[in-house]
Antibody
Framework: QLQLQESGPGLVKPSETLSLTCTVS??????????WGWIRQPPGKGLEWIGS???????DDNPSLKSRVTMSVDTSKSQFSLKLSSVTAADTAMYFC???????????????WGQGILVTVSS | DIQMTQSPSSLSASVGDRVTITCRAS??????LNWYQKKPGKAPKLLIY???SLQSGVPSRFSGSGSGTDFTLTITSLQPEDFASYYC?????????FGPGTRVDIK
């Protein structure tokens, strides 16, 4: 069964870069049928799609984050990563990684998720 | 960006009730509409994809309908484990966007 697990610091200082990694197990990150995505939920608020990456490095991201997002993938480690630069308190959120359908009726849906990691931006 | 709205924002219901949640897109999204269940401290769970397709393992009391701009999630007989928040998400165009959520709590 596919499993995803986020890892990274739970506390980041303002203006610094948030860095998270998602490790995929129980399935191949090199699948042609899926992107690998990041979604976040600030405390008490709704869900926001951050972006996604294909196993070959192709990325899509949310323009609302004003080019602060960098994503990468390491297929040898079955991992993909998120970097969010110049963070502020508004970036405090639960961050989830998820598998994202790449085509057909599952396109854009997220059918497997990590448990999430809370990242707080504070000095 | 496509804006998603949901109504109601919250509702109170009893076990066994039929519950209907509505989602509306700011422009047509065909059937690229997904529904998720979210419980506090847990990851979202995909319930319905492509507006009306039931995700594997999801109970048949959940159903989705609609196309274009107006969509509905229905729970035919609410169970104790269904008390949660529900989010719609459009996957018609990037950036993918979610609705603000509907909280379903116990009456």
């Amino acid at each position: 069964q596919l499993q995803l697990q986020e890892s990274g610091p739970g506390l980041v200082k303002p203006s610094e870069t948030l860095s998270l990694t998602c490790t995929v197990s129980g399935g191949s990150i090199r699948s042609n049928n899926y992107f690998w995505g990041w979604i976040r939920q600030p405390p008490g608020k709704g869900l926001e799609w951050i972006g996604s990456i294909y196993y070959n490095g192709l990325t899509d991201d949310n323009p609302s984050l004003k080019s602060r997002v960098t994503m990468s993938v390491d297929t040898s480690k079955s991992q993909f990563s998120l970097k969010l630069s110049s963070v502020t308190a508004a970036d405090t959120a639960m961050y989830f990684c998820a598998r994202q359908g790449q085509s057909g009726s599952l396109y854009g849906s997220h059918d497997s998720w990590g448990q999430g990691i809370l990242v707080t931006v504070s000095s | 960006d496509i804006q998603m709205t949901q109504s109601p924002s919250s509702l109170s219901a009893s076990v066994g009730d039929r519950v209907t949640i509505t989602c509306r897109a700011s422009q047509t999204i065909s059937s690229y509409l997904n529904w998720y269940q979210k419980k506090p401290g847990k990851a979202p769970k995909l319930l319905i994809y492509a507006a009306s397709s039931l995700q594997s393992g999801v109970p048949s009391r959940f159903s989705g309908s609609g196309s274009g701009t107006d969509f509905t999630l229905t729970i035919t007989s609410l169970q104790p484990e269904d008390f949660a928040s529900y989010y719609c998400q459009q996957s018609y165009s990037l950036p993918f966007t979610f609705g603000p959520g509907t909280r379903v709590d116990i009456k």
